[in-house]
């Protein structure tokens, strides 16, 4: 990614998370990914790490309409997928749909309360809900409003470790094109 098209991911998720009520810790620690794709636009994710203890993580997420978080699962990690604000998409498998597609049903907990789905499933997470994800389960998401302000709370975050795509060709991080100063160093710089 250019660091420009960084630096306008701060500054517009920034203005996102202020006009909604999010005030950001001091020296947030920002994660622009555009999973190694080189099109943000489509398949990318602004996150903050907001707390990050090896029991527990949060973070709040940014994207914007037309912006895929591709489908990938975690080993260890459970989280809540939350949506803060605007409409999220979460679709979910039971395994990874790259190599077998199937019609498996399986017991999802939405809002603390479980429900069966079928693999593929897709699910509106309309603001103030969430999604519980087991480690394990394959999942990608998308807003349907023109922006998004998505919560994560999870168990411990492990981003270089834990982190299974199903497209081989994604990596968790973006390669970064020096085209204007930075404005803020991303986790994935230090
Ligand atoms: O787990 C998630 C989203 O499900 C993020 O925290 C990862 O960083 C994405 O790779």
């Known amino acids: 990614m250019k660091r420009?098209?960084?630096?306008?991911?701060?500054?517009?998720?920034?203005?996102?998370?202020?006009?909604?009520?999010?005030?950001l810790p001091p020296n947030p620690k920002w994660d622009i990914t555009d999973f190694g794709l080189d099109s943000f636009l489509t398949t990318g994710l602004v996150l903050v790490n907001l707390a990050e203890e090896k029991e527990y993580c949060e973070k709040i997420m940014y994207a914007v309409r037309g912006q895929l978080?591709?489908?990938?699962?975690?080993?260890?990690?459970?989280?809540?997928?939350?949506?803060?604000?605007?409409?999220?998409?979460v679709q979910l498998w039971?395994?990874?749909?790259?190599?077998?597609?199937?019609?498996?049903?399986?017991?999802?907990?939405?809002?603390?309360?479980y429900r069966s789905i079928t693999s593929g499933d897709i699910i509106p997470i309309p603001p103030g809900q969430r999604i519980t994800i087991e480690p394990?389960?394959?999942?990608?998401?998308?807003?349907?409003?023109?922006e998004c302000i998505i919560g994560e709370v999870s168990t411990a975050n492990d981003d270089v470790n834990d982190n299974f795509f199903s497209d081989e060709n994604i990596?968790?991080?973006t390669d970064i094109e020096e085209d204007e100063a930075l404005i803020i160093k991303l986790v994935s710089e230090y």
């Open 4 to 23: 420009s098209a960084i630096n306008k991911a701060i500054i517009d998720a920034g203005e996102c998370f202020t006009r909604n009520g999010w005030f």
């Open 136 to 146: 394990g389960i394959w999942h990608a998401f998308y807003p349907e409003s023109d």
């Open 69 to 89: 978080t591709p489908c990938h699962t975690h080993k260890k990690k459970k989280e809540d997928i939350i949506c803060r604000s605007g409409l999220l998409v």
């Open 94 to 113: 039971s395994a990874d749909p790259a190599i077998e597609e199937n019609t498996d049903t399986f017991s999802v907990k939405m809002n603390g309360s």
């Open 171 to 173: 990596g968790r991080f």
